[in-house]
C-alpha cells in the first residue's frame, strides 16, 4: 500500500514483533511503524536484525532491533527489558515465531521434533507474554499468527498445523485470562511466498494448485497479513476478543 494511504492509528504505541527481520513479521513491523509506532524488531541473527533497522529506519520508522530466539530465556527478558527501559511500556505483542522441523506422519515425526514444534509455536508464546504481561498498558493489545493449516493440517505440514491449531485455544483463554485490559486475538494466514513456505512456494505445479484451489486465485502478501495484524492490534477492535480472523483468500477455515 502506498505510504500516504495508511492512517497513525499507532501514534506514541510501542509495538514488540517476534520473528520480526524478514517475511510476515517484518511487513507486520513496517506497517505498525508507518502508522506511528515505536517497533521493537527481533529475530536469531544480528546480521538480519541490522539490515532490517536499516531498511525501517530509512522509511522514518522509529525501531529498536535485538537478538531474540524465542526458544532462549536470557534473549526474551532482554527483549522485554530493552523495551522498557527505552520506551517504557508495551502497546502491542505479535507474536509470530515458528518452526517446522518435520514433513513426517505425526505418527513418525521424532521427538525432538514434536518437542520444538511445540516449544517454538506455542510454548515460548506464553514464556514471552509471562515476560511481558506486567508491562502491558490498559487497552493493550496481542496478536498471534497462527495459520490455515489450522482449521484442517494438510499431511506434511500436520503437526505444525496442529500447534497452530493450539494457538486458536490459547487465543480464547488468554483473550478471558486478560480481559478486560487486554485484548487478545489471532490471525490465521493462507500461503504467502516467503523463505519459509519457500518449499512449497517456489515449486511451480504447487503454488499453481494452491492458487487454483484459493477462491480469490492469489497467494498471500505479507502486507496483506499486516494489514489485518494492524486492525486487531488498533482501537479500531476496541471490540472484538478471542477472536481470528482467517486472511487466506477464501480457503476454507473451519474447524
Ligand atoms: P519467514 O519469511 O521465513 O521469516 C521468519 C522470520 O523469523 C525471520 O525474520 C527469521 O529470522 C525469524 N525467526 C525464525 N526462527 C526464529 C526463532 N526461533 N526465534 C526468533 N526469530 C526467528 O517466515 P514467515 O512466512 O513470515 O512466517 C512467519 C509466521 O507466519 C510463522 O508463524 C508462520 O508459521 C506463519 N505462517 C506463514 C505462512 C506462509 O505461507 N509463509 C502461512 C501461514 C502462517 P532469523 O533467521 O534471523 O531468526
Keep these: 500500500m502506498e505510504n500516504s494511504k495508511i492512517g497513525r492509528r499507532f501514534q506514541d504505541k510501542v509495538a514488540i514483533i517476534t520473528a520480526s527481520t524478514q517475511g510476515i513479521g ?33 522509511q522514518g520508522i522509529e525501531v529498536m532491533g535485538l537478538v531474540c530466539h524465542v526458544s532462549n530465556a536470557q534473549q526474551r527478558k532482554n527483549l522485554i527489558d530493552q523495551t522498557i527501559q527505552k520506551y517504557g511500556k508495551i502497546d502491542v505483542v505479535v507474536s509470530n515465531a515458528a518452526a517446522n522441523p518435520s514433513v513426517d506422519a505425526i505418527l513418525r515425526t521424532k ?15 506464553i514464556l514471552l507474554l509471562q515476560d511481558a504481561s506486567p508491562h502491558l498498558t490498559k487497552g493493550s493489545s496481542i496478536v498471534f499468527i497462527s495459520s490455515i493449516t489450522a482449521f484442517e493440517p494438510p499431511s506434511g505440514l500436520a503437526m505444525y498445523g496442529v500447534t497452530k491449531t493450539a494457538l486458536l485455544g490459547l487465543t480464547k483463554a488468554l483473550a478471558t485470562e486478560l480481559a478486560p485490559n487486554t485484548r487478545v486475538n489471532c490471525v ?11 518449499y512449497i512456494t517456489s515449486n511451480p505445479i504447487m503454488r499453481k494448485a494452491l492458487e487454483d484451489k484459493t477462491p480469490l486465485k492469489r497467494l498471500g502478501t505479507t ?25 487466506a483468500g477464501g480457503a476454507p477455515s473451519r474447524l
Design 188 to 198: 490465521a494466514p493462507g500461503f504467502v511466498p516467503t523463505h519459509f513456505a519457500e
Design 26 to 58: 517484518f511487513s507486520i513491523a513496517q506497517r505498525l511503524g508507518l502508522e506511528g509506532a515505536s517497533v521493537v524488531i527481533s529475530s536469531r541473527r544480528q546480521r538480519n536484525v541490522d539490515e532490517a533497522v536499516k531498511k525501517l529506519t530509512e
Design 223 to 247: 502486507e496483506d497479513m499486516a494489514a489485518a495484524t494492524a486492525f486487531l492490534a488498533s482501537d479500531e477492535a476496541s471490540y472484538i476478543t478471542g477472536e481470528t480472523i482467517v486472511v
Design 111 to 125: 521427538e525432538t521434533a514434536l518437542d520444538k514444534l511445540w516449544e517454538i509455536n506455542v510454548k515460548t508464546s
